[in-house]
């Protein structure tokens, strides 16, 4: 019997503390947000690392983002999003970083820093903040309004990132992983 009530108090320590770590996840639209979120930021991050350095000035025609324009431009709108609805940038962004960092280690180190503030932004913002209004790119919007192009803006260029790695016969990581699956299964 004390071997029983020793392990129920060891498990309902382990839980207190696994509550303690992890932070409760929003719900409603900042918990739907957060989830697509993750997702885009795997599929990106992982699309910039599954490109070859060299692949990073490819772009499909002239008059088009290269390879690491695209990465950087999808980065640079995840610092400025958020100042549509206060949140500032981090210092020593530089406007023309889209056009003069290419070296890859560089454009994914900034992708995730990128994603980063963006998830911190939408914690950061309670639910009752979410129908403000404000402006973007002169336009009235509301504080969800900046969130949801956010999250359209990432997978529109995360759409780009995939075509470019297909042109370049790179696979997607998670098409090569369930690639690898299906070929195990037979």
Same mark, same amino acid.
């Given at each position: ?16 503390? %696994? ?7 929003p719900t409603g639209?900042?918990? +739907? ?15 910039? +690392?599954? !490109? ?6 490819? &772009? ?22 958020? *100042? ?12 023309d970083m889209e056009?003069t960092v290419t ?5 994914? +180190?900034?992708?995730? %820093? ?29 504080? &969800? ?20 790695? &297909? !042109? ?6 998670? *098409?090569?992983?369930? %690639? ?7």
């Open positions: 019997m004390k071997t029983f009530y020793s392990l129920l108090l060891l498990v309902v320590s382990l839980t207190f503390l %696994q509550a303690q770590e992890k932070p409760e996840m639209f900042r918990g +739907e947000f957060l989830v697509q979120l993750k997702e885009v930021e795997e599929k990106v991050i992982g699309l910039a +690392e599954a !490109m070859p350095q060299e692949k990073y000035i490819w &772009r499909p025609m002239e008059g088009v983002r290269s390879v690491s324009e695209v990465f950087m431009h999808l980065g640079g709108a995840n610092y400025l999003f958020p *100042t549509f609805i206060g949140i500032k940038s981090p210092e020593g962004l530089s406007r056009k070296d890859k280690a560089k454009v994914i +180190e900034l992708l995730k %820093q990128s994603f980063a503030h963006v998830k911190d932004a939408i914690v950061k913002t309670p639910d009752s903040d979410l129908d403000k209004p404000t402006v973007m790119f002169g336009n009235e919007t509301t504080v &969800r309004g900046v969130f949801f192009t956010a999250a359209l803006h990432m997978h529109e260029h995360m759409g780009q990132a995939i075509a470019y790695a &297909r !042109m370049n016969n790179i696979v997607p990581p998670w *098409t090569a992983a369930e %690639q690898a699956v299906e070929k195990k299964s037979k």
